[in-house]
């Protein structure tokens, strides 16, 4: 049996680069050499041990790859060579929830997310994609791996996020944190037509970002009320749209009371412990107000609906990708991830080498203005 490398989880705080089986196809499904694949807020939660796994796993979920071996019956539509991305999240496409339209939950609450969660995911040199039909994505020629990377789960969330939201053109809408599913929020806002995208988060260097991400005005919640802020910059009203991309009570709390009569809270951000809304902040519950939640989209449309965004040229996600790494190196990238060091936003892990094309590409940083 033909080994690869790999990161597994190995319990709490225990990552580990093993010497694993590569995996092999069965009928239906592929095995895809990994090029670039990065690390999530959810897999620190579980390195953490805030969100169980079982031991043993590789983890990851955000794989771009080339097609390495196809099992049965797939021939027809892919041919090994061909780049792909798979979303975070791959649905069947065939069950009760698919066929209800929630992907995400395929076969039952986050059933849709199996990568590093219920079967082995993308940090190793190869991964085994279940349902290859439903979920392999051709990545166009004209792209290159780092433009691709966030396209599975940080921009079909984040975009999500406005789409839930159901921004429509002309609407006021904030953005309750500014990390990379903020940024991408903020991004599907200004893809949707909002006219006043507000970018709040602590951070100056991602309240920066925030306007390069599209977004009109930025908040620093320590330095000013931005629930009143909001007001000020909506004749009172309240914004049309908010948007929670951080999953606390405390930034829940303030997208509810900036949100006007009649308006939409889209929630991204995934909560622990209780979550509560007080009576006044949702006008004792009778302002026809909607909250509405939302796991990444995922599967081969979603992905090629965002292919064709970056590759026409309407959207740029490569500045969110701050620092490269070898997958050798992935707990060293996992340290500074984790420990929000060095200005990092997401990184970049390449287990076939980091491509030099991509590493002589420097991410360039706008000086840190603060707006509000
Ligand atoms: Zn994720
Ligand atoms: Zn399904």
Aim: hydrophobic share 40%; proline share 5%.
């Amino acid at each position: 049996m033909q080994k690869m490398k790999a990161l597994v989880f190995h319990g709490v705080g225990d990552l580990r680069l093993d010497e694993v089986p590569r995996p092999r196809p069965r009928a239906g499904e592929a095995v895809i050499r990994i090029t670039a694949t990065t690390i999530c807020g959810t897999d620190v939660h579980i390195i953490k041990g805030e969100y169980p796994v079982k031991n043993g796993l590789i983890l990851g979920h955000e794989p771009v790859g080339v097609i390495h071996e196809l099992g049965d019956g797939l021939d027809d539509e892919y041919a090994v060579g061909q780049r792909v991305i798979v979303g975070a999240i791959t649905p069947c496409g065939q069950c009760f929830y698919c066929f209800n339209g929630v992907h995400s939950q395929c076969h039952g609450p986050l059933g849709g997310w199996r990568f590093g969660n219920t079967i082995n995911g993308a940090w190793a040199e190869y991964l085994l994609v279940q349902d290859a039909r439903a979920n392999l994505a051709v990545i166009p020629d004209s792209l290159t791996d780092d433009q691709v990377l966030m396209l599975p789960d940080i921009a079909s969330t984040g975009i999500s996020g406005a789409e839930s939201g159901n921004v429509k053109v002309g609407d006021a809408v904030a953005v309750f944190a500014q990390g990379p599913i903020g940024l991408c929020a903020t991004m599907g806002a200004r893809l949707r037509g909002a006219s006043l995208i507000v970018g709040i988060d602590p951070n100056g260097e991602r309240r920066s970002m925030s306007k390069r991400f599209g977004a009109s005005v930025t908040i620093n919640p320590n330095a000013c009320n931005a629930v009143e802020e909001l007001k000020r910059l909506t004749d009172g009203r309240g914004v049309d749209v908010a948007i929670e991309a951080l999953g606390r009570q405390d930034t829940f709390e303030a997208a509810l009371r900036s949100l006007r009569p009649g308006g939409v809270l889209s929630s991204l951000g995934v909560y622990a412990g209780k979550l509560v809304a007080p009576y006044e902040a949702i006008y004792a519950g009778l302002a026809d107000q909607k909250i509405v939640t939302t796991l990444c989209p995922g599967g081969k449309e979603r992905m090629r609906r965002l292919l064709a965004m970056v590759a026409t040229g309407r959207m740029d996600l490569t500045p969110l990708v701050t620092h490269r790494f070898a997958l050798e190196d992935l707990k060293d990238a996992y340290e500074l991830f984790s420990q929000q060091r060095d200005g990092v936003l997401k990184v970049g892990i390449y287990p076939q080498g980091i491509p030099s094309a991509t590493a002589a590409r420097a991410t360039t940083r706008e000086p840190v203005s603060a707006t509000l």
